[in-house]
């Protein structure tokens, strides 16, 4: 027997398509992953048919690297593929479990919460240090990490709320 998640089911008007935060991430990725693709095939052409090289595709294409992981790292928080190490609590259940989970959770979010305070002060030196080509304020490649603390951090409120975390397919419709 198999089962179908609700984003891949059909309804008489057509396929449920997911939550709109998440098709915009994802159109994001794949666009980044794209244009990633593109410039670093032309420079590889370019080197070594021409003997040079596109030095502005270099740094789009590190900047579009930073973004696409930030993002996507902040949906595989949502459909809790993170990789986990529960050796420990699974074993666990009643109230040695629900501690642990909490108590973990918080260590977490107080990491969370010291990435985005230092975050926050790269973007803040990053308004006023411009990449060496293309002229772009580094505070954008460090708004990635804070996006990435800030996503993190709204993952991590939701399974503080829910008391439990989350668990990928089942909670697809957070994000609606």
């Not at 108590?103 to 803040?124: A, F, N, P, T």
């Not at 490649?141 to 008391?163: M, P, S, W, Y």
Request: hydrophobic letters at 55%; charged letters at 15%.
């Amino acid at each position: 027997m198999t089962t179908s998640s609700p984003s891949s089911s059909s309804s008489p008007s057509g396929p449920v398509r997911g939550p709109l935060l998440k098709r915009l991430a994802e159109h994001f990725m794949v666009l980044a992953l794209a244009g990633m693709v593109v410039a670093v095939f032309v420079n590889v052409v370019l080197r070594y048919v021409f003997s040079t090289s596109i030095v502005s595709y270099e740094e789009i294409s590190r900047l579009l690297f930073v973004w696409l992981v930030a993002v996507g790292a902040i949906v595989a928080a949502f459909e809790a593929k993170h990789l986990g190490f529960d050796m420990l609590t699974s074993r666990l259940s009643g109230t040695p479990a629900r501690l642990l989970f909490w108590v973990s959770r918080l260590l977490i979010g107080l990491c969370l919460v010291l990435l985005v305070i230092g975050s926050w002060e790269q973007v803040k030196a990053g308004m006023n240090s411009f990449s060496t080509v293309l002229g772009y304020p580094l505070a954008l490649g460090a708004a990635a990490t804070l996006v990435l603390g800030l996503g993190l951090l709204a993952a991590l409120a939701i399974e503080l709320r829910r008391g439990k975390p989350l668990q990928g397919a089942d909670d697809e419709a957070i994000l609606e």
